[in-house]
């Protein structure tokens, strides 16, 4: 092959890679991006937004908090939220927080398809006055741990966990 035969046969490969280069760019862009899955979980004040959380609490007395959950995980899901009384500690060397008791207020199960929001009123009533969070675990149906799993290692099991801060009077 002759040096310009051979020009001529680079300057055609240079040309197609560029061609393959531009579509692939133009196919990239139009392409939606690809979300990891996850699930929403989160709480409402009873007017419905995210605000009028309660705080104080009678002891023994319900009241009203909106347990929110979307499914984002590409199929359909069926979830389990637990709801807890907890005693919780800040270590001031740490800054972090720690369990210390937790007893049970309520479960919501509930089924989701992919895009499906679950909005719904719970009642929270704690008898506890040392209580002082009020713990949302949510867990996926089939990965709720057995009732030996308590405490701390229950909240660490998790899949995604909400709480309030409250004063029980």
């Not at 490969?13 to 990891?36: D, N, W, Y």
């Not at 704690?126 to 229950?154: H, I, M, Y």
């Amino acid at each position: 092959m002759t040096a310009s035969g051979f020009d001529k046969l680079a300057s055609w490969f240079m040309l197609l890679a560029v061609i393959a280069a531009i579509a692939a760019t133009v196919i990239l862009i139009h392409l939606p991006p690809r979300e990891e899955p996850f699930t929403e979980l989160y709480l409402l004040g009873s007017s419905g937004i995210a605000e009028d959380y309660l705080f104080e609490l009678q002891s023994g007395r319900a009241e009203p908090v909106i347990i929110g959950i979307t499914n984002r995980e590409g199929v359909p899901a069926d979830y389990v939220v637990e709801a807890y009384a907890a005693r919780v500690t800040i270590d001031p060397a740490t800054n972090r927080t720690r369990v210390n008791a937790i007893s049970p207020i309520g479960i919501v199960r509930t089924g989701l398809l992919d895009g499906q929001t679950y909005e719904q009123p719970f009642q929270v009533s704690v008898s506890d006055t040392q209580a002082n969070r009020v713990l949302f675990l949510l867990f996926k149906a089939e990965a709720v741990p057995p009732a030996s799993v308590s405490g701390a290692d229950r909240v660490a099991a998790a899949y995604r966990e909400v709480n309030l801060w409250i004063a029980v009077r």
